[in-house]
């Protein structure tokens, strides 16, 4: 189990380590890739501003044009050349005839270099020839010269971002993952062992605590008995009634040790020895009609009645003293506290791997700030009439136990209308 546990740390902070790495190196590569592109872009941009502007400005000195263009060198392979009047109009282009071209005004270059003095874009078809073209345009005095290329494999070259640098990250990240695993590894180890030392020291504390809360409650019985035999055998005359009603206390008072060692045990068995319980298929349905058999046989002003909706069998694996000691303890503790007249069992839900089972009576409840406590060992809500009643003090503590044990848990209200209600599940097979 501590194993389960340790590799458990160990895989949970790996998993956050590496997500986050991970995240972190995507969001890296996204920001570099996007960078890297819009510079690549920038610079290609740049290089045929500059041809458009050394043309526009001869245009605007009424220098002819195409004895410009094949004066000065071009930046790019394939260069295609226009140039556009302020009307929109293709004046020239050294691939096409101008008359063959539509107005270009709208095009997103030309509008945004009419607008801004210069404008490019990526990676549109060319409505004349079908290719794709990065385009860049530039306004002058005069005209507006709009260079382009094609957007060949050689040119997308250009402008995919350079991914050198993401190989490197990689074989980072790699590095660092496997350095993660060792070092999460050791403080999955160390977590495990932090947790292992705090459940011990939590164990010693709560069995001292136990012992102590066993040996308080030890006290009132046997100094009762101690008083009781004492007076018996001091030789006193005492009345056959009254040498009765001692004798009467002495057993009652050996009841109630005998309850106290054997919730203390039983308590005991299930935090130490769980794997010493047997499990056998247990039919919830039966201790429930058992109980309510029992009932009917009480003394009248101690009587309750029980009232189930469950009427096909409930089968769960599981510990059958176990099991009988939930049902049983939550009676007796309502028969001892809830000044009610009913006990109501009912099934909420039915799951492939659970039950959901309700009870709840229809007395006084509790009050809010004690609910949290119940199911404290030695807890009381009414502690002089608990003793009164023979309690240990332990029943609620043994229901919270024994559905744990079943691998369930188990809540407690008040109910709407007064009384006490207790929620709790109860896995159908036992956890391997």
Not at 15 to 40: D, P
Not at 210 to 222: A, F, Q, R, S, Y
Not at 361 to 371: H, I, M, P, S, T
């Amino acid at each position: 189990m501590a194993s389960a546990t340790k590799h458990s740390y160990h895989k949970q902070l790996f998993t956050i380590l590496i997500v986050c790495l991970w995240t972190v190196i995507l969001c890296f590569v996204g920001f570099q890739y996007a960078r890297e592109k819009q510079y690549k872009t920038h610079f290609v941009n740049a290089q045929l501003q500059l041809y458009n502007s050394h043309l526009a400005s001869a245009i605007d000195d009424g220098e002819d044009y195409r004895e410009c263009i094949g004066s000065h060198a071009q930046p790019f392979e394939e260069l295609r050349i226009s140039i556009i009047a302020p009307s929109g109009k293709v004046v020239y282009d050294n691939m096409l005839p101008p008359d063959s071209l539509d107005n270009h005004r709208h095009r997103p270059e030309v509008a945004e270099a009419m607008k801004k003095g210069a404008g490019y874009h990526i990676g549109r078809l060319s409505a004349s020839d079908g290719r794709e073209y990065f385009y860049s345009a530039t306004r002058g005095d005069r005209a507006i010269v709009r260079t382009a290329i094609p957007y060949t494999a050689t040119l997308r070259d250009l402008l995919e971002a350079d991914w050198t640098f993401l190989g490197v990250m990689v074989s980072i990240s790699l590095v660092i993952s496997i350095l993660a695993y060792f070092i999460t590894r050791r403080i999955g180890a160390s977590i495990e062992r932090i947790n292992e030392m705090e459940a011990e020291q939590e164990k010693t504390r709560l069995k001292r605590q136990l012992t102590n809360n066993i040996n308080h409650e030890l006290k009132t019985p046997v100094a009762s008995i101690g008083v009781c035999l004492e007076t018996l055998l001091s030789g006193i005359n005492l009345s056959e009634e009254k040498r009765q009603e001692l004798i009467e206390r002495c057993y009652a008072n050996n009841e109630r040790l005998r309850r106290l060692l054997s919730d203390v045990s039983l308590i005991t068995r299930m935090e130490d020895g769980n794997a010493l319980i047997e499990r056998e298929p247990v039919d919830i349905t039966a201790i429930i009609a058992d109980i309510a058999s029992e009932l009917t046989i009480m003394p009248p002003d101690e009587r309750l009645t029980l009232h189930t909706d469950i009427t096909e069998p409930i089968i769960v694996e599981g510990n059958l003293s176990l099991i009988a000691s939930i049902f049983r303890n939550l009676t007796e503790n309502a028969i001892a506290y809830s000044e009610g007249k009913h006990i109501y069992v009912s099934l909420l839900e039915s799951t492939p791997t659970e039950y959901r089972i309700r009870f709840e009576d229809d007395g006084r409840g509790v009050e809010e700030k004690q609910l949290g406590r119940l199911f404290e060992r030695f807890y009381r809500v009414d502690k002089g009439r608990s003793r009164q009643k023979g309690g240990t003090g332990l029943g609620l503590s043994i229901v919270k136990h024994a559905v744990q044990f079943h691998g369930g848990t188990i809540t407690a209200t008040n109910r709407p209308g007064g009384g006490l209600r207790f929620d709790f599940s109860l896995r159908k097979q036992a956890a391997r």
